[in-house]
């Protein structure tokens, strides 16, 4: 990635705060920030204490990977890897990059360490986008005597501690500091460096990735030993494609190494990687790129750079480090699967009360830093029996159940007058669980939902208002114009009534079951249902077949 001068130079999740009493509720109030660690028990009586100081939802960033699951592409969820068209990006030629990288390390203040772990960052997180390590787990890591080689010690370091299993070829290291305690940092993780005699003939027996950081963009000249030998053996794997055996996948970081920098493979022959990834901004070769994954990463390029070059590059979203480029290759919806990797879920672990079960997964989904954990999926069924569902926010449990609010004039609230039962689902993607809840529901109090109500943010308070939900409107404009009307009553910060129409409602649970993913298909199920022992009630825990 550096120049020749640099080498010489160089969501929302929600928690819940504990306050007068270790029994209270889950409540959400958006609009305070504070931070608290959960209680673990909950009783609905206190939701009516008028001292009572509501939990607090509070946004926090999602995280990009998830070591401890075997998942950390997904939606990374928590969020999405926006798409850029190819023909509205910037593409550089090899001159401007390096007049980029001496301002970067000039006038701007950077350090090539900098850099450096920014864009190793990067090349990890695109990996871990697209390459699931319980499909994808061996790596290795080509780095070269520069900079592009560092970027892929860099990158080997996030992969292990994303999950994956990485070795590194380096055949020509460099005394330099920075080189040297990135080797210290792989060894102490007890990364294998294997020299080039050490590598198989055949690379796609022991590996299921190749990183190829062997030259960047500043590289002049035809590859010497033992490089060119690299370099063809990658070229080779296309032979496995040819003849449909498992070839591993390829990863160039920057430029493909023997690439022109500006005209590409010229001679057609180079390397034909699987996913590149460009970083500061694409290099005018990655035009020549047909592989089916290009990401940008080197979340660093400041305005005043990309103004002064004209740049036109992708919005990273959220906290990512990578962006794609392009479209995503088309999928074959039957193909799409995912080999879990999952603790065991064990009768004698779980919790003797369901809902003391439930509360801790849903810690679990907070400390992950999971998107909306309290988010369910309510399914209910009207006179006719036809099932309908719809994504819903939890706002309280306890031990009388579950509570959501919403508009008593919408279709799951004529279910629930005609039906009054329902299910929940739970889905904790980034932790491979979910729990499914069955029960009969109720209307919750007009003081709970009152209460409620007013914890709610002023411009929420004004759209329940405005929202004859599941009822037909003409357009946005209307409900646009109904709001502001009511914005412009209610400014002088008057006392917004709850509409009457307006209210939650409890689910009370008369079924359990946690669900934990685990490999070839064999998942975890435990169900929890009420039995009388002695005329108590209490609940029997039993393991379904997956």
Same mark, same amino acid.
């Given at each position: 990635?550096?120049?020749?001068?640099?080498?010489? &130079?160089?969501?929302?999740?929600?928690?819940?705060?504990?306050?007068?009493?270790?029994?209270?509720?889950?409540?959400?109030?958006?609009?305070?920030?504070?931070?608290?660690?959960?209680?673990?028990?909950?009783? *609905?009586?206190?939701?009516?204490n008028n001292k009572l100081s509501p939990a607090f939802l509070t946004p926090i960033p999602s995280l990009s990977i998830r070591a401890f699951c075997s998942n950390p592409s997904a939606k990374m969820a928590d969020?999405?890897?926006?798409?850029?068209?190819?023909?509205?990006?910037?593409?550089?030629?090899?001159?401007?990059?390096?007049?980029?990288?001496?301002?970067?390390?000039?006038?701007?203040?950077?350090?090539?360490?900098?850099?450096?772990? +920014?864009?190793?960052?990067?090349?990890?997180? &695109?990996?871990?986008?697209?390459?699931?390590?319980?499909?994808?787990?061996?790596?290795?890591?080509?780095?070269?005597?520069?900079?592009?080689?560092?970027?892929?010690?860099?990158?080997?370091?996030?992969?292990?501690?994303?999950?994956?299993?990485?070795?590194?070829?380096?055949?020509?290291?460099?005394?330099?500091? +920075?080189?040297?305690?990135?080797?210290?940092?792989?060894?102490?993780?007890?990364?294998?460096?294997?020299?080039?005699?050490?590598?198989?003939?055949?690379?796609?027996?022991?590996?299921?990735?190749?990183?190829?950081?062997?030259?960047?963009?500043?590289? *002049?000249?035809?590859?010497?030993?033992?490089?060119?030998?690299? !370099?063809?053996?990658?070229?080779?794997?296309?032979?496995?494609?040819?003849?449909?055996?498992?070839?591993?996948?390829?990863?160039?970081?920057?430029?493909?190494? %023997?690439?022109?920098?500006?005209?590409?493979?010229?001679?057609?022959?180079?390397?034909?990687?699987?996913?590149?990834?460009?970083?500061?901004?694409?290099?005018?070769?990655?035009?020549?790129? #047909?592989?089916?994954?290009?990401?940008?990463?080197?979340?660093?390029?400041?305005?005043? !750079?990309?103004?002064?070059?004209?740049?036109?590059?992708?919005?990273?979203?959220?906290?990512?480090?990578?962006?794609? !480029?392009?479209?995503?290759?088309?999928?074959?919806?039957?193909?799409?699967?995912?080999?879990?990797?999952?603790?065991?879920?064990?009768?004698? @672990?779980?919790?003797?009360?369901?809902?003391?079960?439930? #509360?801790? $997964?849903?810690?679990?989904?907070?400390?992950?830093?999971?998107?909306?954990?309290?988010?369910?999926? +309510?399914?209910?069924?009207?006179?006719?029996?036809?099932?309908?569902?719809?994504?819903?926010?939890?706002?309280?449990?306890?031990?009388?159940?579950?509570?959501?609010?919403?508009n008593y004039d919408s279709r799951k609230a004529h279910d629930l007058s005609d039906n009054p039962h329902a299910s929940l689902l739970f889905y904790w993607d980034g932790l491979n669980r979910q729990v499914r809840?069955?029960?009969?529901?109720?209307?919750?109090?007009?003081?709970?939902?009152?209460?409620?109500?007013?914890?709610?943010?002023?411009?929420?308070?004004?759209?329940?208002?405005?929202?004859?939900?599941?009822?037909?409107?003409?357009?946005?404009?209307?409900? *646009?114009?109904?709001?502001?009307?009511?914005?412009?009553?209610?400014?002088? %910060?008057?006392? !917004?009534?709850?509409?009457?129409?307006?209210?939650?409602?409890?689910?009370?649970?008369?079924?359990?079951?946690?669900? @934990?993913?685990?490999?070839?298909?064999?998942?975890?199920?435990?169900?929890?249902?009420?039995?009388?022992?002695?005329? @108590?009630?209490? $609940?029997?825990?039993?393991?379904?077949?997956?």
């Open positions: 990635m550096w120049s020749s001068l640099a080498r010489k &130079s160089r969501t929302m999740t929600c928690l819940f705060l504990a306050t007068h009493q270790s029994s209270l509720p889950l409540i959400f109030n958006p609009s305070n920030s504070n931070v608290h660690k959960p209680s673990r028990s909950f009783h *609905h009586n206190t939701l009516s969020r999405a890897v926006q798409i850029q068209n190819s023909d509205s990006v910037s593409y550089l030629k090899q001159r401007e990059a390096a007049e980029i990288d001496e301002i970067l390390m000039g006038p701007l203040g950077f350090s090539v360490d900098q850099l450096m772990e +920014l864009a190793g960052l990067s090349v990890a997180e &695109s990996i871990a986008e697209v390459y699931k390590p319980s499909e994808y787990k061996r790596v290795l890591a080509i780095c070269g005597p520069g900079n592009n080689g560092g970027d892929g010690l860099v990158a080997a370091r996030h992969l292990y501690h994303f999950g994956y299993k990485p070795s590194v070829c380096y055949p020509k290291r460099t005394p330099k500091p +920075l080189y040297s305690g990135l080797v210290t940092q792989l060894e102490s993780l007890s990364v294998p460096f294997l020299s080039v005699e050490d590598l198989p003939l055949d690379l796609s027996k022991d590996f299921d990735i190749l990183v190829d950081a062997m030259f960047g963009f500043s590289f *002049h000249g035809t590859p010497r030993p033992p490089f060119d030998d690299l !370099i063809q053996r990658l070229v080779s794997l296309r032979d496995h494609d040819q003849t449909h055996q498992k070839s591993p996948v390829i990863v160039s970081i920057d430029i493909p190494s %023997g690439w022109h920098v500006e005209e590409g493979d010229i001679g057609g022959e180079g390397i034909k990687p699987d996913m590149l990834v460009s970083l500061t901004a694409p290099k005018l070769c990655a035009k020549k790129f #047909c592989g089916p994954h290009h990401f940008l990463g080197g979340r660093f390029v400041p305005p005043s !750079i990309a103004d002064k070059y004209k740049l036109c590059l992708p919005p990273y979203l959220g906290t990512s480090m990578c962006v794609r !480029i392009g479209k995503p290759p088309k999928i074959d919806i039957s193909a799409l699967r995912e080999n879990y990797i999952s603790p065991e879920l064990l009768e004698e @672990q779980v919790e003797a009360d369901p809902i003391d079960q439930f #509360c801790k $997964w849903f810690d679990d989904a907070v400390a992950a830093s999971l998107k909306e954990p309290n988010a369910m999926a +309510l399914s209910t069924a009207g006179k006719d029996g036809k099932p309908s569902s719809r994504m819903v926010l939890l706002k309280g449990v306890d031990k009388d159940g579950f509570v959501w609010y919403t809840v069955e029960g009969s529901v109720q209307k919750v109090s007009d003081e709970e939902s009152e209460q409620y109500f007013h914890s709610r943010p002023r411009g929420s308070q004004i759209g329940a208002i405005v929202s004859k939900q599941s009822t037909v409107v003409p357009g946005r404009h209307v409900l *646009h114009q109904q709001y502001k009307e009511l914005e412009e009553t209610f400014s002088d %910060g008057s006392l !917004i009534p709850k509409p009457k129409h307006w209210g939650g409602y409890r689910l009370k649970p008369e079924l359990f079951e946690f669900w @934990q993913g685990q490999k070839s298909r064999l998942h975890d199920r435990l169900q929890y249902s009420p039995h009388e022992i002695n005329g @108590q009630q209490v $609940w029997k825990i039993e393991r379904l077949a997956p």
